[in-house]
């Protein structure tokens, strides 16, 4: 009974932390010009330049016409780009230059915002998604988009498409292993569902601390409408492979007592008692060194430091101490449990 109270308790408390998750936003605002410290001399260097001289982000936006120059379609479809880009307030007036010896058009324009910031990439989304094609339909030409806040939006799209291929390779691999070192499938299903989790959760802190401002300021962070972008998939991989570590330690023990004894109540307690120690001071070392670099002034250091220090603290406490002991004494000898199609799996496990 105690042991089902604390799993829905800590379970609760896991999912709860990872309910702001599903508001997250990926970008680089974060990384930008308008993001650094107020105290640093290149940004108070910048802006004295904004406010004296009207200087503005230089960051060129490049469109790439690939076509007959000399078309008199292509040049009206040209024509309404530009009208498009002069409507946008996020863009300044483009610049036309054309190569007819290569049969290209070029379009200059700049943004009118930092170059990393949000309303920039939203900015050149629009003109991908919804400009070019308004005005060279039917057109056969190829359109490209070139320049900084471009280069950012195609690494956020390659991030957001290969995530899902590292999850399922780092879970699928890790399955595999577990089910091989300790001849269950139990433990395997649950170590996965366990570092999910854990992870969901320091993401979902990660959105209420920086998105939603939720005790940010008391903490001496600074609030940014978008997470970095490739963060998440950074903090997955690292917690993954640290957490994962001592896991197997635990199992190891947990594993070792249960052959010699049988009784999966003691071996479960037996394990916690001789790696509880080990576990939560490695497990404060790198709290402490990530914790160092979540007390810097630099948002993209702030964001990786705690959701590391986050992430690591509720692994190695919530998940490892309490949540994996308490589905394990539930599962009694069921955690061992192995189909007889894999039995034929050679016994190279832990302790065999």
């Given amino acids: ?27 680089f605002s974060g990384m930008g010009l308008s993001e650094l410290p107020d105290g640093l001399r290149s940004k108070e260097g910048f802006m004295v330049l904004q406010e004296e001289f009207g200087f503005i982000f230089d960051s ?14 292509l040049q009206a479809a040209i024509k309404r780009l530009e009208s498009s880009i002069a409507s946008d307030p996020f863009f300044m007036a483009a610049d036309l230059q054309t190569h007819q010896d290569a049969d290209l058009s070029v379009l200059y324009t700049k ?46 799209k390659t991030t957001n498409e290969y995530t899902p291929i590292v999850f399922a390779f780092v879970l699928g691999l ?18 996965i569902i366990m570092n999910l989790l854990s992870v969901g959760a ?15 300021e008391l903490l001496g962070f600074q609030r940014t409408e978008e997470i970095i972008t490739w963060l998440p998939l950074f903090l997955f991989a690292i917690l993954f492979g640290l957490s ?46 990530f914790g160092g670099f979540a007390l810097g002034d630099m948002v993209i250091m702030q964001q990786m430091g705690f959701g590391l220090a986050v992430a690591v603290f509720m692994d190695a406490t919530i998940i490892r101490m309490a949540l994996v002991p308490a589905v394990m004494r539930l599962l009694g000898t069921r955690n061992w449990y192995l189909p007889k199609w894999l039995r034929w799996i050679p016994k190279v496990g832990i302790g065999e």
């Fill in 1 to 27: 009974l105690l042991s089902m109270i604390m799993l829905g308790v800590l379970a609760g408390i896991i999912l709860a932390a990872g309910i702001p998750f599903f508001d997250l936003n990926k970008g």
């Fill in 60 to 73: 060129p936006v490049t469109v790439a016409i690939d076509g007959k120059t000399d078309s008199e379609s």
């Fill in 111 to 156: 943004l009118t915002s930092d170059p990393l910031s949000k309303d920039a990439t939203d900015a050149v989304r629009r003109l991908r998604t919804d400009y070019i094609p308004l005005a060279f339909d039917g057109e056969p030409v190829r359109v490209l988009v070139g320049g900084e806040t471009a280069t950012m939006v195609d690494f956020d």
């Fill in 174 to 191: 890790s399955f595999i292993l577990l089910t091989v070192a300790f001849r269950s499938i139990v433990v395997p299903i649950m170590s």
């Fill in 202 to 216: 320091a993401y979902g802190l990660l959105v209420l601390v920086f998105q939603k401002g939720f005790g940010a």
């Fill in 244 to 289: 994962m570590d001592y896991h197997v330690f635990l199992l190891s023990r947990i594993r070792e007592s249960f052959k010699k004894t049988g009784n999966n109540p003691e071996a479960v307690s037996w394990g916690i008692r001789s790696t509880g120690r080990l576990i939560t001071g490695a497990a404060l070392i790198m709290v402490a060194v």
